[in-house]
Each structure stands twice: as structure tokens, then as C-alpha cells.
């Protein structure tokens, strides 16, 4: 009986058969030829039955997303869990601008396009084009690793001067009138510290040292820490709120609860720090939660809605005419100093300023400039 060789892939390193297998089949096929033979069957090739597949191996792992790219480079460079949300919703919205195109795959011409439609059809600030700008940077330069030339010629849009909305002495103190509660103490603390809202809500007790007057601000903007006062007039009030915290926080522990966030790896350092009363916040939400990876039962601390929402309700009965929010209290914090005639680099400190230029803003309200002008038509006995 003649066989001829007609396998193609006989040879070819990716087909090459195990020999243990070849073998193995050889004998199944000599049974199978007697039998043939016995039975009258005649077979013209013998290869086909001693052809042995190689099993495939174990699948490549799978290559990470590129929004998981994004998350991991920011995080990697310490960037806050807002700038990451930011970053992640502006890269969304240019791929879907441009019809799901992968960001590797377009280049200056489609950058350009995406941000002069935001500014010319969106009509956005120049600040929210910045924002856009620098998202489409991070991930050409940092999550892509493109170092293109044509990164440094894209035109920033020029953010023209503003000046803060403040309000008179007169006014905080109508709008504070307005304001009850937790809200209250809160907002005492924006015009008497000059924090910023998110500041204010992640106060925790060990922050508050009222041995001194001071109030310790972890990780600000920027991730910066600083130190400014206590006012005098929000001490017993706060020291009322904490009695209240502390009795939720021992009823919490008694529960099996009490646990609160910490940051970076402490918890991993100290394990039992999150049960800890120095730990709490100071300001702690209603309602618990179960944090899915511990299964532990903790409290956030109250969310800034609250306060906000507070403060425009505030606003809206004092009926003041002008646009101001939970920020307007450190506007007015600053320029309340200053007016007081306080130097300019303690204010700088109080606020966290890293330049000077950004503190200077606030003096427009000093005695100088149109303030400090008197106008002609004053002057005139009668009109």
C-alpha cells in the first residue's frame, strides 16, 4: 500500500506534533489498518491518522483600558479623585466628538477642532477650555507616553481678571441669621477661617486644637496643609457639636460600626486608627454606609449639597442682590482682614495662597483706586 505525503503543514514550527502523541496514534492506526484489512478496507494514506494537534496554551493576559490607564496615572501622580473624574469625563467627551476614534490615532488637527467647538458652538469659559486642554495633555504625555512636538503650539485661551464677589459685614451677618443647625456652625467657620467648603467637611476632631485657637487644614488644595485660626465666637458652639458627634460615634462602636476613611495607607498601619475618636469627622453624615472591599460600616463626613444648599436658601430670604455662594465667605474672610488693616502675607497664610498675586486680588476693595476717589457730580451743592 503506497502513501503519499499531501499534509502541507508537516514541518511548520507551529504544527510540529508531540511524539509521545505520534507514537500513541502509530499504534491506534496499525489496529485500525489490521482491521481495515480484515474487513476489506483499503486506505491510501496513512499520515491523516497520525496528525496530532498541539493544545493551545493559556491566553495572553488582556491589555488594561485606556480609561484604566488614566486612572492609573493619575493616581500614580497623587492627583485628587476630582481631577481624576474631570480628566476621565473630558477624554470621554473628545472620543465621542470624534466619532469613538482611539486618542492614538488623531493628532493635532483633532485637538484643535475639539476645543475651538467648545469655545465657538459650547460658548464655555476660558478656564473650562484650560481644563480640557490640560485633561488632552495628561493623556497624550503621561498615559499615551507621546512626547509630540506640536503639544507645546496648542494655544491656551487667555482667563481675563475677575474680581470676587464679597460681602459686607452687614450682609454675612443677615445671611448667617438665616441659617440653623449644623449649616450654621459651618458657615461660621467659612467667614471665620476662610476654608474652603470641601476643607470645612473634611474637618476631623484631632484638627481642632482649641488650646491654641487653631484649626489644622489636612490636605488642601493642592495637597498642602496649613494652619489658621479658630474664631472665638464658634468655640462653644463647636464644642457642643463635638459632645453631640462623640455620643453617635460611642453608640456607633457599640453597634459594631464607627469606622471612618483614612487617608492614603494608614489603615493598613494602623488597623483599628479608623475606630479612633481622633479620627472622626467633624462634621459626620446621618446615615452609615458598608465599604465593599472591608465590609466595614462607616460614616462619611456630610456632604457639601448640605451646606450649599443651606447657603442659597440663606441667600434667597436675605433677598441680597449678588452672586454669592459657600465661597463668598472666604472672599469675604480675606477682604474683611485687609480692610482691618492686616498684613497681606498673614492673609496669604491664613488662605493657602501659594503666590502673593492671588492674595492681592482682595485689594481692590482697600481705600484706593475708585473707592478712594470722590466723584465730581459729589461735589456739587445742587443738581
Not at 103 to 125: C, H, Q, R, W, Y
Not at 264 to 292: C, D, H, I
Not at 301 to 327: D, F, G, M, N, Y
Amino acid at each position: 500500500m503506497e502513501c503519499k505525503d499531501t499534509a502541507p503543514w508537516r514541518g511548520h514550527p507551529a504544527y510540529l506534533p508531540d511524539h509521545n502523541l505520534e507514537r500513541a496514534a502509530g499504534r491506534r492506526y496499525s489496529r485500525l489498518v489490521t482491521a481495515g484489512v480484515n474487513a476489506g478496507v483499503s486506505y491510501s494514506c496513512a499520515a491523516s491518522a497520525t496528525r496530532a494537534v498541539r493544545e493551545p496554551g493559556p491566553p495572553l493576559p488582556r491589555a488594561p483600558r485606556l480609561f484604566d490607564r488614566v486612572r492609573d496615572a493619575a493616581r500614580v501622580r497623587h492627583y485628587s479623585r476630582r481631577t481624576e473624574k474631570a480628566y476621565l469625563a473630558w477624554i470621554r467627551r473628545f472620543i465621542l466628538f470624534h466619532g469613538k476614534r482611539h486618542p492614538a490615532d488623531m493628532d493635532a488637527p483633532e485637538i484643535t477642532k475639539f476645543l475651538s467647538s467648545l469655545a465657538v458652538e459650547g460658548n464655555v469659559a476660558a478656564s473650562t477650555q484650560n481644563q480640557a486642554l490640560s485633561a488632552l495633555l495628561f493623556l497624550y504625555r503621561d498615559v499615551l507616553g507621546q512626547d509630540l512636538p506640536w503639544l507645546d503650539d496648542v494655544v491656551r485661551a487667555k482667563r481675563p481678571p475677575r474680581l470676587p464677589v464679597v460681602l459686607t459685614r452687614a450682609e454675612v451677618r443677615l445671611v448667617l441669621s438665616h441659617v440653623r443647625g449644623v449649616p450654621r456652625l459651618m458657615s461660621l467657620l467659612l467667614y471665620g477661617s476662610g476654608l474652603r467648603l470641601l476643607e470645612c467637611a473634611r474637618l476631623r476632631v484631632k484638627d481642632v486644637d482649641f488650646g491654641r485657637n487653631q484649626l489644622v487644614v489636612r490636605g488642601g488644595k493642592g495637597d498642602k496643609d496649613r494652619v489658621t485660626m479658630l474664631p472665638a465666637v464658634v468655640k462653644p458652639g463647636l464644642a457642643r457639636h463635638l459632645e453631640t458627634v462623640k455620643e453617635q460615634h460611642d453608640e456607633d462602636l457599640r453597634r459594631g460600626a464607627g469606622w471612618v476613611e483614612l487617608p492614603s495607607a494608614l489603615a493598613r498601619k494602623y488597623p483599628n486608627a479608623g475606630r479612633e475618636w481622633p479620627w472622626q469627622w467633624a462634621f459626620p453624615a446621618t446615615r452609615m454606609y458598608v465599604e465593599r472591599t472591608t465590609g466595614q460600616r462607616r460614616r462619611h463626613h456630610l456632604h457639601e449639597s448640605v451646606l450649599q444648599r443651606a447657603v442659597r436658601e440663606a441667600l434667597q430670604r436675605s433677598a441680597i442682590p449678588k452672586r454669592a455662594t459657600c465661597h463668598t465667605f472666604r472672599h469675604s474672610f480675606a477682604t474683611h482682614l485687609l480692610e482691618d488693616g492686616h498684613d497681606i502675607r498673614t492673609v496669604q497664610e491664613l488662605l493657602g495662597h501659594r503666590d502673593v498675586s492671588t492674595t492681592m486680588i482682595f485689594t481692590h476693595v482697600l481705600n484706593r483706586g475708585p473707592a478712594g476717589v470722590q466723584s465730581p457730580v459729589d461735589r456739587m451743592t445742587a443738581l
